[in-house]
């Protein structure tokens, strides 16, 4: 039985297994036999070995497919960028990674191989289906199919083999070369545990300077000049280039909403029928913030959600399930699991399924036609004639670097390549796929590369200088107040005196957030430092001075560091290593000779 449902799953763990191991595939298609530097195939080269297009593209081609079968059928020009460059980055990855495994000499012997697939097996095989019980690998049916004969299943296990010996072991082994030169000492582990668990508890005064007028403060025109002269480079921008677009936004229609409402209905009538509420909102709730918890929303009070769904929520009776409702976010099927008074206020705890209003294939076809017919026109008679006849808005972009976002539009890369290849007054005939639309587009100017004026960026730099004088105002203030707090009993008879407000904090240690300050090293650091009633010196930070005076300190327990200290040096270790990983490939990145040819294509 566990042999027919192992067949039955072959050709899904093969797929995985073969995208797992892709990068050993990559390896050898990819190497450059001909001594050629540059050719029409080819995406790119690591350190002289070629990226060929057409695995490129297999690569590519696979992971839309994967976002697709995850639901995500609209992918818009902003998404296939994201997927093309995290093909890019995962192929130069594994080849580096393949290039430094080759350079040490690391390979796996056949009896590390046996020893992985008999008695720890890679979580790729603990997955398949049918090696589980229950939903949990069952080692026992796991050995029973390595051990089995069946010559059907055996390209099954030279795959699994493959993995085992080419990526997965050597891989490992190089991680461990890595990690073997990190270390943790012993006050290591002792400092993160304080860090973690000392506290204090402290009085502040803040000295804001926002609380000077910028009238206070002179900033003359010599300053502004000096300031532009000493910082020319922060003023550099690349050539920059700005479109007229015209917009042909996805607006669900009727017959899409009808569609959506449709859909509800059809879950409504399933969730009568007995089915579980959670495994549907799973399947099938477009709110990312729920659906993975079955649509659990947990207690909320009346005004939390919008209006529609909250007054269908609290006059339903717990245990039933309402809707379709129909609110600014959607279409919604609730199910109300509890209500509750608390603190006066009526609460519902409840579940929910949402389906958003989104256009259709067709709808989208049908915005892509008008814009077709559109961009033909404006080629022929302008482009403004042609918007102009068909009632169209021209929106104007402000300019833009290439490669850079686009507001109005978002990013877009096969937009970006148009514009910063093209010349001014060149018009797309086919119109470019967007989030919000189809979009057709016209060059409308080319601002060339340069510095700033000095006129565009005045204003900006003697703000910036108005708020550094303001800082260094309210820092003197801070001193002068400091310097009459000659014993602890001071700080709260002169903040009384002049008018200043004392803030006190509960316990905090060095790694939590204190609120109204926030996770600042200058605050918590000086603070720390002090001692029970001792005031600190003036202490500048970004938002402005604070005048700190500790009221309480809570040392570690020696006792519980003792008992967790071990687990902690793990831990610690674990992330060093992990770091120590990161940097050392970060280092033979920058190290390698990278060529992306991608944009030559």
Same mark, same amino acid.
């Given at each position: 039985?566990?042999?027919?449902?192992?067949?039955?799953?072959?050709?899904?763990?093969?797929?995985?297994?073969?995208?797992?191991?892709?990068?050993?595939?990559?390896?050898?298609? *990819?190497?450059?036999?001909?001594?050629?530097?540059?050719?029409?195939?080819?995406?790119?080269?690591?350190?002289?070995?070629?990226?060929?297009?057409?695995?490129?593209?297999?690569?590519?081609?696979?992971? /839309?497919?994967?976002?697709?079968?995850?639901?995500?059928?609209?992918?818009?020009?902003?998404?296939?960028?994201?997927?093309?460059?995290?093909?890019?980055?995962?192929?130069?990855?594994?080849?580096?990674?393949?290039?430094?495994?080759?350079?040490?000499?690391?390979?796996?012997?056949?009896?590390?191989?046996?020893?992985?697939?008999?008695?720890?097996?890679?979580?790729?095989?603990?997955?398949?289906?049918?090696?589980?019980?229950? *939903?949990?690998?069952?080692?026992?049916?796991?050995?029973?199919?390595?051990?089995?004969?069946?010559?059907?299943?055996?390209?099954?296990?030279?795959?699994?083999?493959?993995?085992?010996?080419?990526?997965?072991?050597?891989?490992?082994?190089?991680?461990?070369?890595?990690?073997?030169?990190?270390?943790?000492?012993?006050?290591?582990?002792?400092?993160?545990?304080?860090?973690?668990?000392?506290?204090?508890?402290?009085?502040?005064?803040?000295?804001?300077?926002?609380?000077?007028?910028?009238?206070?403060?002179? /900033?003359?025109?010599?300053?502004?000049?000096?300031?532009?002269?000493?910082?020319?480079?922060?003023?550099?921008?690349?050539?920059?280039?700005?479109?007229?677009?015209?917009?042909?936004?996805?607006?669900?229609?009727?017959?899409?909403?009808?569609?959506?409402?449709?859909?509800?209905?059809?879950?409504?009538?399933?969730?009568?029928?007995?089915?579980?509420?959670?495994?549907?909102?799973?399947?099938?709730?477009?709110?990312?913030?729920?659906?993975?918890?079955?649509?659990?929303?947990?207690?909320?009070?009346?005004?939390?959600?919008?209006?529609?769904?909250?007054?269908?929520?609290?006059?339903?009776?717990?245990?039933?399930?309402?809707?379709?409702?129909?609110?600014?976010?959607?279409?919604?099927?609730?199910?109300?699991?509890?209500?509750?008074?608390?603190?006066?206020?009526?609460?519902?705890?409840?579940?929910?399924?949402?389906?958003?209003?989104?256009?259709?294939?067709?709808?989208?076809?049908?915005?892509?036609?008008?814009?077709?017919?559109?961009?033909?026109?404006?080629?022929?008679?302008?482009?403004?004639?042609?918007?102009?006849?068909?009632?169209?808005?021209?929106?104007?972009?402000?300019?833009?670097?290439?490669?850079?976002?686009?507001?109005?539009?978002?990013?877009?890369?096969?937009?970006?390549?148009? /514009?910063?290849?093209?010349?001014?007054?060149?018009?797309?005939?086919?119109?470019?796929?967007?989030?919000?639309?189809?979009?057709?587009?016209?060059?409308?100017?080319?601002?060339?590369?340069?510095?700033?004026?000095?006129?565009?960026?005045?204003?900006?730099?003697?703000?910036?200088?108005?708020?550094?004088?303001?800082?260094?105002?309210?820092?003197?203030?801070?001193?002068? /107040?400091?310097?009459?707090?000659?014993?602890?009993?001071?700080?709260?008879?002169?903040?009384?005196?002049?008018?200043?407000?004392?803030?006190?904090?509960?316990?905090?240690?060095?790694?939590?957030?204190?609120?109204?300050?926030?996770?600042?090293?200058?605050?918590?650091?000086?603070?720390?430092?002090?001692?029970?009633?001792?005031?600190?010196?003036?202490?500048?930070?970004?938002? *402005?001075?604070?005048?700190?005076?500790?009221?309480?300190?809570?040392?570690?327990?020696?006792?519980?560091?003792?008992?967790?200290?071990?687990?902690?040096?793990?831990?610690?270790?674990?992330?060093?290593?992990?770091?120590?990983?990161?940097?050392?490939?970060?280092?033979?990145?920058?190290?390698?000779?990278?060529?992306?040819?991608?944009?030559?294509?």
């Amino acid at each position: 039985m566990v042999m027919k449902k192992m067949r039955e799953h072959t050709k899904t763990f093969l797929v995985i297994l073969v995208l797992a191991f892709v990068g050993t595939i990559i390896f050898d298609w *990819g190497m450059n036999v001909t001594g050629i530097k540059k050719r029409p195939n080819v995406a790119g080269e690591v350190n002289g070995e070629e990226i060929k297009w057409d695995q490129f593209n297999r690569r590519y081609q696979q992971l /839309v497919e994967n976002k697709r079968e995850q639901g995500q059928d609209n992918l818009s020009d902003n998404d296939m960028m994201q997927i093309e460059n995290q093909v890019w980055d995962e192929i130069v990855q594994e080849i580096l990674i393949r290039q430094e495994i080759h350079r040490r000499g690391i390979v796996a012997t056949d009896s590390e191989i046996v020893m992985i697939l008999k008695n720890n097996p890679p979580k790729i095989l603990r997955d398949v289906q049918s090696f589980q019980t229950d *939903g949990k690998f069952d080692m026992q049916k796991y050995r029973a199919a390595l051990t089995d004969q069946n010559p059907q299943n055996q390209s099954f296990w030279l795959q699994a083999e493959d993995y085992v010996r080419n990526f997965m072991l050597p891989y490992q082994k190089l991680q461990e070369q890595i990690a073997a030169s990190v270390f943790v000492t012993p006050e290591e582990v002792r400092w993160n545990y304080i860090k973690q668990n000392e506290k204090i508890k402290v009085q502040y005064i803040f000295f804001d300077p926002n609380n000077i007028s910028d009238d206070e403060v002179n /900033v003359d025109n010599s300053e502004i000049e000096k300031y532009y002269r000493d910082h020319e480079k922060k003023y550099h921008e690349p050539e920059k280039r700005k479109i007229d677009y015209v917009m042909f936004p996805f607006v669900p229609t009727a017959n899409d909403s009808q569609a959506v409402f449709s859909d509800a209905k059809d879950l409504m009538k399933r969730i009568k029928n007995g089915e579980d509420f959670a495994k549907l909102a799973k399947s099938y709730s477009e709110d990312p913030g729920s659906a993975q918890k079955g649509g659990e929303l947990g207690f909320f009070g009346k005004g939390t959600m919008v209006k529609q769904f909250d007054d269908a929520a609290f006059s339903a009776k717990v245990g039933t399930v309402v809707g379709p409702i129909k609110s600014s976010f959607g279409i919604h099927i609730i199910e109300v699991e509890e209500k509750k008074v608390e603190n006066g206020e009526e609460k519902v705890r409840a579940r929910h399924i949402l389906l958003k209003f989104t256009t259709s294939s067709q709808t989208e076809s049908d915005m892509k036609t008008k814009a077709s017919l559109f961009a033909m026109d404006a080629m022929e008679m302008g482009f403004s004639e042609a918007a102009s006849r068909d009632s169209l808005k021209i929106e104007t972009s402000p300019f833009f670097i290439e490669g850079g976002f686009i507001p109005g539009i978002g990013f877009s890369r096969t937009i970006n390549q148009f /514009v910063h290849k093209s010349k001014i007054g060149d018009i797309r005939e086919e119109p470019f796929y967007t989030d919000r639309g189809y979009v057709v587009a016209k060059i409308n100017d080319i601002q060339p590369e340069r510095t700033k004026p000095l006129a565009d960026v005045s204003a900006s730099i003697k703000s910036m200088l108005i708020r550094e004088k303001k800082i260094e105002e309210i820092g003197k203030y801070c001193a002068g /107040v400091r310097s009459k707090m000659l014993v602890t009993a001071d700080f709260q008879t002169i903040a009384e005196k002049d008018s200043l407000k004392i803030t006190e904090t509960n316990q905090f240690s060095r790694n939590d957030y204190i609120p109204q300050v926030g996770k600042d090293p200058d605050f918590t650091g000086t603070a720390f430092g002090l001692n029970v009633n001792k005031i600190s010196h003036p202490v500048k930070t970004a938002r *402005g001075y604070y005048l700190i005076k500790v009221i309480e300190k809570v040392p570690i327990d020696e006792a519980n560091f003792e008992a967790q200290k071990n687990t902690l040096r793990q831990t610690i270790l674990s992330r060093k290593q992990q770091q120590a990983f990161i940097d050392w490939f970060n280092d033979l990145k920058a190290k390698a000779r990278i060529k992306d040819l991608r944009q030559n294509a």
